[in-house]
């Protein structure tokens, strides 16, 4: 396929899209702080969007929780949840009859189609990849089902529901990230035919983040450099679901890890910020460490966003990798 540039883009939107799983950690922090700094520095506005199409993301308390910590550190945003703005529902639960539609488009296209193979089935197809947790797929079931309850009716009583996989063209995709430069992927040498949702109607996070990037016009994404990989996927759905419209600007973080050099997560009890205030850490300090792992504070410096703001530089974080280590500890709970 032809090479994929970025353009540039006209109206700056950045966005927040929180996945609910439990109380945000200093990994979550910094991301946001990030994404709120490459926006306000180049004047743009803020969108907020709560990714829960998953049954265990959408505790209301949960999904307030997250957004009263953002609030607590200063990061705020100018539509969304809790705010409101021209496209409504901003919870993922909400927008189902979009990520039809979406896939409805797909299928028009012939772009996607069921599957039934597990990911085990996968992994016993041959090497492992390149990157990431990803396994070359060899396409055994392009043209194995007529529909999709065809595909069900086989995996009845498996416990499993078929995938939707998106056909991957031949040749290579080009992609120019802000912090992490050119990116040369060929996916159909290295990944094959990637799933994008294992529900009906195309509920899943591959499909439904692209689906609303496009319907809420955002124009930059920043976060976590553990989803560079997929980026490749997201640029295909983009393409195929709005070609008239330029692709966003993409930016991917270094990873917050422990001492022990794994990533935090809320799953296995990374430092929360709702922890951190309750035992009476003050956001200034918080603010100062993500600033300092940033390159933007000396260490020990306690800072507002606002104070962040006017020393914020993007490229500073290249060849940086943010540890939560004792000292890092030792300054937040002294």
Not at 41 to 56: A, K, N
Request: overall charge positive; some cysteine.
């Amino acid at each position: 396929m032809d090479t994929v540039t970025i353009p540039p883009q006209r109206r700056l939107l950045g966005r927040f899209a929180p996945s609910p799983t439990g109380p945000l950690h200093l990994g979550n922090a910094m991301t946001f702080l990030v994404a709120w700094l490459c926006v306000r520095s180049r004047g743009g506005r803020i969108l907020m969007r709560i990714e829960d199409i998953e049954g265990h993301g959408r505790d209301p308390a949960v999904i307030d929780g997250n957004c009263r910590d953002l609030r607590r550190l200063g990061l705020d945003w100018d539509e969304g949840y809790g705010v409101g703005g021209p496209h409504e529902p901003y919870r993922q639960s909400g927008r189902s009859a979009l990520y039809r539609a979406s896939l409805d488009r797909l299928l028009e296209q012939k772009l996607v189609y069921p599957c039934i193979c597990s990911r085990r089935d996968v992994q016993r197809m041959g090497a492992a990849p390149h990157a990431g947790d990803f396994h070359p797929y060899d396409g055994r079931c392009r043209g194995r089902f007529r529909s999709y309850d065809e595909a069900r009716r086989v995996l009845e009583g498996s416990g499993r529901l078929p995938a939707w996989r998106f056909r991957v063209p031949a040749g290579e995709i080009v992609f120019r990230d802000r912090l992490c430069g050119e990116q040369r992927v060929n996916l159909a040498e290295t990944y094959g035919d990637f799933p994008i949702a294992r529900h009906p109607d195309g509920i899943g996070y591959q499909l439904a983040v692209v689906a609303d990037d496009i319907d809420m016009a955002v124009t930059q994404i920043v976060r976590g450099g553990d989803l560079l990989a997929c980026t490749p996927w997201q640029i295909l759905l983009w393409k195929a679901l709005a070609p008239e419209r330029p692709l966003p600007e993409y930016c991917h973080l270094p990873v917050v890890v422990d001492s022990d050099g794994k990533r935090l997560a809320k799953r296995t009890g990374g430092l929360t910020l709702d922890a951190l205030f309750s035992a009476g850490v003050r956001p200034e300090r918080i603010l100062g460490l993500l600033a300092y792992w940033g390159g933007w504070a000396e260490f020990g410096e306690e800072l507002s966003v606002d104070a962040i703001l006017p020393r914020f530089r993007l490229d500073t974080l290249s060849d940086r990798r943010p540890t939560l280590d004792e000292k890092a500890l030792k300054f937040l709970l002294p």
